[in-house]
């Protein structure tokens, strides 16, 4: 138990799917991380949420598109994705600013076929 | 821009062998982590290491922060198969929510 929780663990998709991946926190954080682990990128940092605003966006295609309700729950919204966008989808969550621990859900295996 | 580099990029290791793997930044770092991810799970927090010069021990496992706070260490003593995984450090930059991780060293051990 991580404190992290990701739904759902395994997920296949078409390219003309949407689909959701939800995240949600019980450790009282207030940021929000999104990152991709591939194998030719390992942990790419994708979005990061502050008390629920967009603080990072590291130039993610518009298919991905995030949604923070509140400090606990962290969506990622997926449509017309690429098989390359085939990846381990983390959430993360810290408190406070800059050095502070990561704590990382289980992820969400993606396929795109 | 700010580079951290992290080596070997895999060890194959005899079961009792010692591993390390570095971290190597281009700029003064203001603080370095350490994360260990299992085959087939998530990245895992191991450390935190802050002061110029700083080593810090857990059981088999030793981290050190370079004096100049540009590179790092983390030195496994005779290791074991539990061991197995891929070993990151990341930083952040002053004020910055984003953890910058390197691209890890994967480690096997042959029992």
């Known amino acids: 138990e991580t404190g992290v929780t990701q739904t759902p663990r395994h997920l296949v998709m078409g390219m003309t799917n949407k689909k959701s991946l939800k995240c949600e926190q019980h450790?009282?954080?207030?940021?929000m991380y999104w990152y991709k682990q591939s194998a030719k990128k390992p942990l790419e940092l994708m979005f990061v949420?502050?008390?629920?605003?967009?603080?990072e966006n590291n130039s993610v295609p518009s298919r991905f598109s995030p949604e923070c309700p509140n400090s606990s729950h962290l969506f990622l919204h997926l449509h017309t994705l690429q098989p390359e966008d085939s990846a381990l989808y983390l959430c993360?969550?810290?408190?406070?600013?800059?050095?502070?621990?990561?704590?990382f859900g289980e992820g969400s295996w993606l396929t795109v076929v | 821009g700010q580079q951290v580099m992290q080596i070997p990029q895999y060890q194959h290791v005899q079961e009792g062998e010692d591993f390390t793997t570095y971290c190597n930044s281009s700029?003064?770092?203001?603080?370095i982590q350490w994360y260990k991810q299992r085959p087939g799970g998530h990245p895992v927090f191991l450390i935190q290491l802050v002061k110029s010069g700083e080593v810090k021990k857990q059981k088999r496992l030793t981290f050190q922060f370079g004096e100049a706070k540009k590179n790092s260490s983390l030195h496994i003593t005779a290791t074991q198969t539990t061991d197995v995984g891929t070993y990151f450090c990341a930083y952040s930059g002053a004020g910055s929510y984003q953890l910058t991780f390197g691209k890890g060293t994967k480690l096997s051990v042959i029992p």
């Open positions: 700029t003064t770092l203001s603080n």
């Open positions: 450790l009282g954080h207030n940021a």
């Open positions: 949420y502050n008390f629920k605003e967009q603080t």
């Open positions: 993360a969550s810290s408190q406070g600013s800059s050095g502070n621990t990561i704590y």
